[in-house]
């Protein structure tokens, strides 16, 4: 993980870099301010998971600086490339406030969101570029999620497997320990 950058000035918006994004990766930009996001929120206070793309594998879309969505996310996603997954952590003067977003987000909550932005692109009506081209764009944003789904299975099982090997040694030397004759015994 990369270094703690203070993107507020002040510990209210704290992004940290969970991925790199490839060099010649875009950010969003005036010709690009709508971006497509992956992320999953959680409660500072309790790591409970509040909101998150990834169980129904969406994309979330918003336009950058426009208000529409938390303070925090405005100030952080423009300072991300596509491809890079960061750690946002957002005081509650970046987020919800004193009001909160009930009944999820209590007041005066510290959220932590990991944000991956997957496109930015122009708004709709400006010109895009030819229908291919839109296509071509959504196909491959379609392969990147099934790939990150991929591999969020893999390391599931893997998690799995190391799961069951750690039980299966453990049971191998409690067996071992039961076992008449086998084992370090006291001495008569």
Not at 38 to 54: I, M, S
Not at 106 to 133: H, I, N, Q, Y
Request: hydrophobic share 35%; net charge neutral.
């Amino acid at each position: 993980m990369g270094d703690a950058i203070d993107l507020s000035g002040d510990g209210g918006v704290i992004k940290t870099i969970v991925r790199k994004s490839k060099s010649d990766a875009v950010a969003p930009t005036e010709d690009f301010p709508v971006v497509d996001v992956h992320y999953e929120g959680t409660l500072a206070d309790t790591g409970e998971v509040f909101d998150t793309t990834h169980e129904d594998n969406t994309i979330f879309s918003f336009e950058v600086g426009k208000g529409s969505v938390i303070k925090a996310w405005d100030i952080a996603v423009k300072t991300m490339k596509v491809g890079e997954i960061a750690k946002i952590i957002c005081k509650p003067d970046y987020a919800y406030g004193s009001a909160g977003s009930p009944p999820d987000i209590p007041p005066d909550a510290t959220l932590v969101f990991e944000v991956e932005l997957v496109a930015c692109r122009p708004r709709k009506g400006s010109t895009t570029g030819s229908v291919s081209e839109e296509r071509a764009r959504l196909e491959e944003l379609k392969k990147q999620r099934e790939l990150a789904a991929v591999a969020k299975e893999e390391e599931r099982k893997k998690r799995e497997e190391q799961k069951a090997a750690a039980a299966a040694r453990v049971q191998a030397k409690l067996d071992a320990k039961k076992g008449p004759g086998k084992g370090k015994g006291k001495a008569k």
